[in-house]
């Protein structure tokens, strides 16, 4: 269970980008958060994960306020936080099987760590994850090898190695081309529903949210103004999550393409 409180979080002394922010979810499904750039998307997500520090508010996981936490408290809180980026994060010059596993490496000793050994069980763990995404035949292969595609789904396998009790994705399929772009939201779904995992994901596309979530919040300057089943969210609630004309008229284009 997440439940963020209150959130509120500025860079420097710029104003806030997220401006008293209020959600929760215990439901083991997709959430699709969609706004317009710079409404403070990726900045929840990376309040959640910690990567970024709010100024004030509370983000209770399982009971536990993430943003009190230091060290050894916040290492072990993360761990249950798995985390996909839009441009992937992978370490490229590691193969498909040391990128997976590095997804535990918060929970071996260092030096086993810092020498890559890893119990048998991780790399079996490892193994079915990276069967499940689709590359079984590139476990040795260097990540810089892989097409995006391919470098998402390695994302996907690390994320899921930690075991983790919520899945963050931000802009997962941004950098892809719209084929594959569709190929990585299928996979995301089909697993939030398998693992029972409740999953966060920021998207650009309207269309995509739609189809794949269950749940849609709209965020615009920092503050919720949709959060709804997809077929609530009607055009009007568009015109009030994209401020700008321009993005407006795409993603109404999408829409009702889309609903056609
Ligand atoms: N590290 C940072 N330092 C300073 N300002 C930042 C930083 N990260 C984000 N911002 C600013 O915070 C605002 C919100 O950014 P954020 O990335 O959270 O928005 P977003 O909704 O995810 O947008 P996008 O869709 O473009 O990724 C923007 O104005 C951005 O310039």
Do not use: W
């Amino acid at each position: 269970m997440l439940e963020i409180k209150d959130l509120v979080k500025s860079y420097g002394a710029s104003e806030p980008v997220l401006k008293g922010l209020n959600f929760s979810t215990q439901d083991k499904h997709l959430t699709a958060i969609i706004g317009s750039s710079g409404a403070g998307k990726s900045t929840m997500l990376r309040c959640i994960n910690r990567l970024v520090t709010a100024n004030s508010g509370q983000i209770l996981l399982d009971g536990v306020d993430l943003l009190t936490l230091k060290g050894k408290a916040l290492q072990h809180a993360r761990r249950k936080i798995g985390m996909i980026f839009q441009a992937y994060n992978l370490i490229d010059r590691l193969t498909v099987m040391e990128n997976v596993l590095s997804g535990r490496l918060g929970y071996i000793p260092f030096l086993r760590g810092a020498f890559r050994k890893f119990p048998q069980e991780d790399i079996d763990h490892a193994y079915a994850l990276l069967k499940r995404v689709g590359l079984s035949q590139y476990v040795n292969k260097r990540c810089d090898e892989l097409s995006g595609g391919e470098r998402q789904r390695v994302g996907a396998a690390r994320a899921l190695m930690q075991n983790p009790s919520i899945l963050l994705a931000d802009e997962p399929t941004a950098s892809l081309d719209p084929k594959t772009s569709e190929r990585i939201m299928e996979l995301i779904a089909q697993l939030t529903e398998e693992l029972h995992l409740p999953v966060l994901i920021n998207l650009h596309n309207v269309a995509q949210a739609k189809q794949y979530a269950a749940r849609i919040v709209g965020l615009r300057g920092g503050v919720i103004v949709f959060d709804g089943k997809p077929d609530e969210l009607t055009d009007e609630h568009l015109e009030k999550i994209y401020a700008d004309k321009k993005e407006l008229d795409e993603q109404l284009h999408h829409h009702t393409e889309q609903s056609r």
